[in-house]
Nanobody
Framework: QVQFVESGGGLVQAGGSLRLSCAAPGNVLSIRAVGWYRQALGKQRELVATITTQDNTNYADSGKGRFTISRDVAKNTVYLQMNSLKPEDTAVYYC????????????WGQGTLVTVSS
């Protein structure tokens, strides 16, 4: 596996919840901070949540108080719990590394589509 593999997206009504999962390549969770990114139609990809190797987390303003990023190193998996979803959360969600000042290390995966209906 040479890239992250995302899953768990779907169609949900506004106010609902989804939990996304991301299978990580190799031992990247042990050596790199990893984040969830999203790209809405016609917009640039943006970082929404980050988790470090020390389990410190950081969120974009858009997800603060609603999104929770976590990871299970034994399962090589990163999660994003999304609550109180809004139509503006509609996007394709991706995982990748987060390194200040550098482009993510891995080729982008297929992502997982989240659609929030109003």
């Amino acid at each position: 596996q040479v890239q992250f593999v995302e899953s768990g997206g779907g169609l949900v009504q506004a106010g609902g919840s989804l939990r996304l999962s991301c299978a990580a390549p190799g031992n990247v969770l042990s050596i790199r901070a990893v984040g969830w990114y999203r790209q809405a139609l016609g917009k640039q990809r943006e970082l929404v949540a980050t988790i470090t190797t020390q389990d410190n987390t950081n969120y974009a303003d858009s997800g603060k108080g609603r999104f929770t990023i976590s990871r299970d190193v034994a399962k090589n998996t990163v999660y994003l719990q999304m609550n109180s979803l809004k139509p503006e959360d509609t996007a394709v969600y991706y995982c990748n590394t987060v390194i200040a000042g550098l482009y993510p290390l891995y080729k982008w995966g297929q992502g997982t589509l989240v659609t929030v209906s109003s």
